[in-house]
T-cell receptor, first 111, second 113 residues
């Protein structure tokens, strides 16, 4: 089993749609969770950190479910500019300084 | 602040050649990382550093070397380039450990022919 797993997609959705991605992680001792956005041939950039209580930033909502070991990202009212690859990133357990990256989920928002 | 900078942006190497990928950050971050990203794959950690003078291997260190003589710089050395090292290389930094956001450089696209 991969340490961090994501559905690669692509998810093709019309503008204005709501879309959700999940990401599962294998190490129950993982301590930090992030969603990054990566545009084609560019570097990843932080979209949002994921907290135990969940968090929201405008049209984006992230949730953490420790019992089932997954995190989710919900995008409401999709824009063309949301088209990108969304990377799930899990911070390794204490004592190391490593991040584990999922392979990413591709989103295409269609006009 | 420039953030994380990388040079060169692109490079083509012949098999057996060597090169150094440069990475610098001006955020006074202690933690720095080198990743490679192959098409359709996630980022794989090559080496990381938790401070000047301290480096450690990641998942895929073979064929690479690093040094960290200053907080700002974290160069990656490729010795005896091989086609399997064709990839996009990203350098990143973070303020402290894996509970913090990583900032990435723009990447170096390397092709080994």
């Amino acid at each position: 089993r991969k340490e961090v797993e994501q559905d690669p997609g692509p998810f093709n959705v019309p503008e204005g749609a709501t879309v959700a991605f999940n990401c599962t992680y294998s190490n129950s001792a993982s301590q930090s969770f992030f969603w990054y956005r990566q545009d084609c041939r560019k570097e990843p950039k932080l979209l949002m950190s994921v907290y135990s209580s969940g968090n929201e930033d405008g049209r984006f909502t992230a949730q953490l479910n420790r019992a089932s070991q997954y995190i989710s990202l919900l995008i409401r009212d999709s824009k063309l500019s949301d088209s990108a690859t969304y990377l799930c990133v899990v911070g390794a357990t204490s004592g190391t300084y490593k991040y584990i990256f999922g392979t990413g989920t591709r989103l295409k928002v269609l006009a | 602040n420039a953030g994380v900078t990388q040079t060169p942006k692109f490079r083509i190497l012949k098999i057996g050649q060597s090169m150094t990928l440069q990475c610098a950050q001006d955020m006074n971050h202690n933690y720095m990382y080198w990743y490679r990203q192959d098409p359709g794959m996630g980022l794989k950690l090559i080496y990381y550093s938790v401070g000047a003078g301290i480096t450690d291997k990641g998942e895929v260190p073979n064929g690479y070397n690093v040094s960290r003589s200053t907080t700002e710089d974290f160069p990656l050395r490729l010795e005896l380039a091989a086609p399997s090292q064709t990839s996009v290389y990203f350098c990143a930094s973070s303020r402290s450990g894996a509970n913090n956001e990583q900032f990435f450089g723009p990447g170096t696209r390397l092709t080994v022919l």
